[in-house]
C-alpha cells in the first residue's frame, strides 16, 4: 500500500509543478469570465499562470501575478508586481488561488486589494472552506466582513482534497 500511496503523491506533486495547485473546470472557467463582464482580474498568487491562460482565452482582461513566482510559466507570463496605482478607480476582481495553510498570503493580498484605490467587485477563492487546508483565520474574517456569498462551483480535484471554487461579492 506504500508504493500505491507514494506514487499517487509524487503524481500529484509532478501536476502541481506544471499546474498550480488547482485544476481549472470548464463551468468555472466560464462563470468567472461571466462575471468579471470587461472588468480587470487579478490572478493572485496564480502560480504557473493556468488559470490566468484559460481566462485570457476566453476574453478576461487577466493580470497574473505570484509573490513568490518558483513554477515553470509556460502558461501565461506571470507578473512580478501588481499595477494597484494604474488601477484607480477600475473595478477590479480577484482570483486568490490555494493560499497556504495558516500563512498570511491570502489575508495579505486581501488587505492590500480592499485598501488600493481599485474598486473591489467579486473573490474568486480557489481552496478549501474554513477549517479546510488552505488560508488562515484572518483570511476568512476578512471575507465575512467585507464580501457577501454568491456562489460555489464544483471543480475537479484529487482524492481526499476538498476544494471548490467559491464566489463572493464585494459588500460595499
Not at 515553470?72 to 508586481?81: A, F, G, L, N, R
Request: hydrophobic share 35%; net charge negative; aromatic share 16%.
Amino acid at each position: 500500500m506504500t508504493s500505491l500511496y507514494e506514487g499517487f503523491h509524487s503524481e500529484r506533486f509532478e501536476c502541481i509543478d506544471l499546474y498550480g495547485w488547482s485544476v481549472p473546470g470548464q463551468d468555472a472557467l466560464e462563470i468567472v469570465a461571466s462575471l468579471c463582464n470587461g472588468n480587470k482580474l487579478l490572478d493572485y498568487g496564480c502560480g504557473s499562470g493556468l488559470w490566468s491562460a484559460d481566462l485570457a482565452d476566453r476574453g478576461v482582461d487577466v493580470w497574473p501575478y505570484d509573490p513568490n513566482p518558483h513554477l515553470p510559466t509556460e502558461h501565461i507570463k506571470v507578473q512580478p508586481y501588481i499595477p494597484w496605482v494604474d488601477w484607480d478607480d477600475e473595478y477590479v476582481s480577484m482570483l486568490l488561488s490555494w493560499p497556504l495553510y495558516d500563512d498570511s498570503m491570502g489575508a495579505d493580498a486581501l488587505n492590500e486589494w480592499i485598501l488600493s484605490k481599485a474598486k473591489p467587485m467579486y473573490l474568486f477563492y480557489i481552496g478549501e472552506s474554513e477549517g479546510g487546508c488552505t488560508g488562515n483565520d484572518s483570511m476568512f474574517e476578512l471575507i465575512k466582513h467585507h464580501f457577501d456569498a454568491y456562489m460555489v462551483v464544483d471543480i475537479p480535484t484529487w482524492p481526499n482534497v476538498h476544494d471548490a471554487l467559491y464566489i463572493y461579492r464585494y459588500r460595499n
